[in-house]
């Protein structure tokens, strides 16, 4: 989900600079919802590495494979961009068509504790150095301003419009403002402490605090939370479009290091990011005023601190 968001602010740019641009998407199934939000993305194509590997041997995934590598062989593209710089990635650059003169363009080189796969520059025609410590979103817009000839200068615009509240509401959806905790994150040390979470709720009642999850584990430790808070409720389980609507609409949004939080951010709703155990250079929200980054790799922060900035973004 964060690799999708963090390439958002990249179709913003292009379309800037040149306006007439066509631009296309290739991006796993689960988070067409999200790109599809982007009005100024063209054709969305579904990818389904997840689904696919678990089935690899069955005629029908097989038959999907085609389907998907048919679709995106139809069109000739001038610029193929590849910002994750995987070899999955990088397959799929290879695979794309290019028109006469066309350039596919990729990363020379990693951030930082990224996951880059150097053997994906083999399917580039030309690579783009950055600075290992390149913050995410920047990471996707200075390759394609490379590319495109266009200098980086603009504060990052995720092209996600602001949109009145769903008529009718979803039933997990509140009638009065609403603040959310993005409690949950695959990695423990990236959590921030639940006795933590129940002291701030106590100082934000009796605002309701909604407590999304993903997993049985964090299915868990949201009920943990919402039996010492009169004031919480654990939502059911959301499907990634009620997840983004969730983000979209929140009053507050308090979040670990996690792609929800990030989504939170990109709408630019009032939003606190706290980092505990990764790097804050690398995603934190730079985009507006109404977002707060708190804490850093080792140094969490306290509940002080994001009581503070809670009640900063509220008004109070």
Same mark, same amino acid.
């Given at each position: 989900?964060?690799?999708?968001?963090?390439?958002?602010?990249?179709?913003?740019?292009?379309?800037?600079?040149?306006?007439?641009?066509?631009?296309?998407?290739?991006?796993?199934?689960?988070?067409?919802?999200?790109?599809?939000?982007?009005?100024?993305?063209?054709?969305?194509?579904?990818?389904?590495?997840?689904?696919?590997?678990?089935?690899?041997?069955?005629?029908?995934?097989?038959?999907?494979?085609?389907?998907?590598?048919?679709?995106?062989?139809?069109?000739?593209?001038?610029?193929?961009?590849?910002?994750?710089?995987?070899?999955?990635?990088?397959?799929?650059?290879?695979?794309?068509?290019?028109?006469?003169?066309?350039?596919?363009?990729?990363?020379?080189?990693?951030?930082?504790?990224?996951?880059?796969?150097?053997?994906?520059?083999?399917?580039?025609?030309?690579?783009?150095?950055?600075?290992?410590?390149?913050?995410?979103?920047?990471?996707?817009?200075?390759?394609?301003?490379?590319?495109?000839?266009? !200098?980086?200068?603009? =504060?990052?615009?995720?092209?996600?419009? /602001?949109? #009145? *509240?769903?008529?009718?509401?979803?039933? +997990?959806? @509140?009638?009065?403002?609403?603040?959310?905790?993005?409690?949950?994150?695959?990695?423990?040390?990236?959590?921030?402490?639940?006795?933590?979470?129940?002291?701030?709720?106590?100082?934000?009642?009796?605002?309701?605090?909604?407590?999304?999850?993903?997993?049985?584990?964090?299915?868990?430790?949201?009920?943990?939370?919402?039996?010492?808070?009169?004031?919480?409720?654990?939502?059911?389980?959301?499907?990634?479009?009620?997840?983004?609507?969730?983000?979209?609409?929140?009053?507050?949004?308090?979040?670990?290091?996690?792609?929800?939080?990030?989504?939170?951010? !990109?709408?630019?709703? =009032?939003?606190?990011?706290?980092?505990? /155990?990764? #790097? *804050?250079?690398?995603?934190?929200?730079? +985009?507006? @005023?109404?977002?707060?980054?708190?804490?850093?790799?080792?140094?969490?922060?306290?509940?002080?601190?994001?009581?503070?900035?809670?009640?900063?973004?509220?008004?109070?």
């Amino acid at each position: 989900m964060g690799d999708v968001l963090h390439n958002l602010p990249m179709v913003a740019d292009i379309a800037r600079h040149h306006p007439d641009a066509s631009i296309d998407w290739v991006v796993e199934e689960g988070y067409t919802s999200l790109v599809r939000l982007n009005g100024r993305v063209g054709a969305i194509i579904p990818f389904a590495l997840r689904r696919w590997r678990k089935s690899l041997g069955k005629r029908e995934t097989r038959a999907e494979i085609a389907a998907f590598f048919k679709t995106l062989r139809e069109r000739r593209y001038d610029y193929v961009f590849d910002t994750q710089g995987l070899l999955k990635t990088g397959i799929i650059m290879g695979a794309a068509r290019l028109a006469p003169g066309g350039q596919k363009v990729g990363l020379a080189n990693g951030s930082e504790g990224s996951g880059y796969e150097g053997v994906s520059r083999l399917f580039h025609s030309k690579s783009i150095p950055l600075d290992p410590r390149t913050h995410a979103v920047a990471r996707g817009r200075l390759v394609a301003g490379a590319a495109l000839g266009y !200098a980086v200068d603009t =504060p990052a615009d995720f092209g996600l419009p /602001d949109a #009145p *509240r769903p008529v009718p509401p979803p039933d +997990w959806m @509140p009638a009065e403002p609403y603040a959310v905790y993005f409690h949950g994150t695959a990695r423990d040390a990236k959590k921030w402490p639940a006795q933590n979470w129940i002291a701030l709720g106590a100082q934000l009642a009796p605002m309701p605090i909604l407590l999304p999850w993903g997993s049985a584990a964090e299915k868990a430790e949201a009920e943990l939370l919402a039996a010492a808070l009169p004031n919480a409720r654990v939502l059911p389980k959301l499907a990634m479009a009620d997840a983004v609507t969730l983000a979209r609409h929140a009053a507050l949004a308090v979040g670990v290091d996690t792609g929800l939080t990030h989504i939170a951010a !990109a709408f630019a709703r =009032p939003t606190v990011e706290l980092y505990c /155990d990764s #790097p *804050r250079w690398k995603t934190e929200g730079n +985009w507006s @005023p109404k977002i707060i980054n708190l804490g850093d790799r080792g140094a969490p922060p306290d509940v002080a601190a994001v009581l503070a900035a809670a009640k900063s973004l509220l008004g109070q």
